[in-house]
């Protein structure tokens, strides 16, 4: 082998391991990313239900249900247009509570129900997660909406 025919081989090498490299690290992403969905999006059937992603609203107040003796727990999650009935089991972060904004992230069920796997609640009382109060927004016309108990919901 002459030394350019050598020298050609290696940027050959080189090229086809950044390009298994590139490929590796794109599909890597394509698993790890996570959409952003309201409960309106998911009603109207454009939330996958096959794959994860994250469903984002407020707690409807009246709705947590926990089950005696164990970590399983039902509530819905609203926009104030629409409702999903999301089901989890596991500890909830301390600042869960209802009427407050709320992402869980995994997967909807064939019945409709979101099985969380994983539950962020808001950090106090004024804050909202801004996809949440984003999305709200923009099904109320570009305001917060007031929620039925006649408070006012916090702005971001």
């Known amino acids: 082998m002459t030394p350019r025919q050598r020298r050609l081989a290696l ?5 086809a391991g950044v390009s298994v490299a590139a490929l590796l690290a794109m599909r890597a992403f394509q698993d790890n990313v996570m959409f952003f969905f309201d409960p309106s999006q998911v009603a109207s059937g454009e939330a996958p239900v096959d794959k994860r992603f994250r469903l984002g609203g407020m707690v409807r107040p009246g709705t947590v249900q926990r089950t005696p003796g164990s970590l399983e727990m039902r509530f819905v999650v609203t926009d104030f247009k629409r409702d ?3 089901r989890y089991e596991g500890v909830v972060p301390d600042l869960f509570r209802e009427n407050q904004g709320v992402v869980a992230h995994g997967r909807l069920g064939r019945d409709g129900t979101f099985v969380a796997d994983e539950i962020l609640a808001k950090h106090d009382e004024n804050y909202m997660p801004p996809e949440v109060a984003k999305a709200i927004k923009e099904k109320h016309g570009g305001v917060m909406p007031v929620n039925p108990d006649h408070k006012a919901v916090p702005r971001t």
């Open 11 to 15: 940027v050959a090498g080189i090229l």
């Open 84 to 86: 999903v009935p999301v």
